[in-house]
Structure formats: C-alpha cells, structure tokens
C-alpha cells in the first residue's frame, strides 16, 4: 500500500462542557470528551450496552466555536485523526494519553440560542490544527494537569 490513513469519524454526546485554554503564543486550544454507545442482545436475550469515551481535541477558531456553543449532553459529529502522546505526571511517572485532534465538527444538537441560529447548523472546520504538538510552548507551571 503507497500511503497510510488516520481517520476518525465520531458521533456522540459531549460528557461535559468544552475546557478552554488560551496559550502564550495566542492560540486557543478546547478538550472535550464525547461518548459514543452500543448495544446488543448477548446469548440469553439480555439487551447489553457499551459505551466508549473519547478524548477530543479542537484548536483555534473551532476552540472557539466550541467553547460558545457546545455544552454538556449535545450531540455532535466530529472528524479527526487519531494522536497519542505521553506526558510526565506528579510523581515523574510517563503517562499516555489517546485523542481525537479534531479537524471539523457539526453540532447536532441546536444551541441554547438557536434563535440566533440558521435552521441548518454549518459544518466546522480547523485548518491549522498543528502537526507537531509537542512544539507549542505550553509554560504550564501546573506539572499535574495536562498540557491540553
């Protein structure tokens, strides 16, 4: 096979309201988990359901947009690519962390002012998401929370 591909298509329900940081060098970089669920019937006619958390990440001007319209409970698409990074915690232990660097997201839940809102919610996009995170200047004196 000549290329490789990292893609990542969600939908699912946002577990809590956008975290929003606003960076040194003026970036503005917004996390976000999201649950996606499944279910099945098992062998004794039991109805079982999964449920799977994931990590996303969304920079800049989709950061932004985030942290204004997202809330916790709405449901939301986003496309991405799939990054893991390690990280040193409190105790100098290395940590890894998996995450969806989001490239777009569509809000599929109206927004609490969807009166503002056209009747078909556009779709979002973040060009210049950074390649190589671990390039950004984080300064983050908190050596216990994550850098994101």
Known sequence: MAGTVNKVILIGNLGKDPEVRR???GAVVANFPIAT???YTDKNGQKIEHTDWHDIVV???L???AEKYLRKGHKIYVEGRLKKRS???KDNQTRYISEVLADEFTMLTRPDNANEQKPNEPNYSNEGTPNK???L???D???DVLPF
Do not use: H, P, T
């Open 137 to 139: 200047d984080l300064n």
């Open 141 to 143: 004196k908190d050596e």
């Open 37 to 39: 669920s499944e279910s």
């Open 87 to 89: 990280y040193q915690d």
């Open 63 to 65: 950061a932004e947009i």
């Open 133 to 135: 995170m671990e390039n």
């Open 59 to 61: 920079w800049r001007g």
């Open 23 to 25: 960076l040194e060098n």
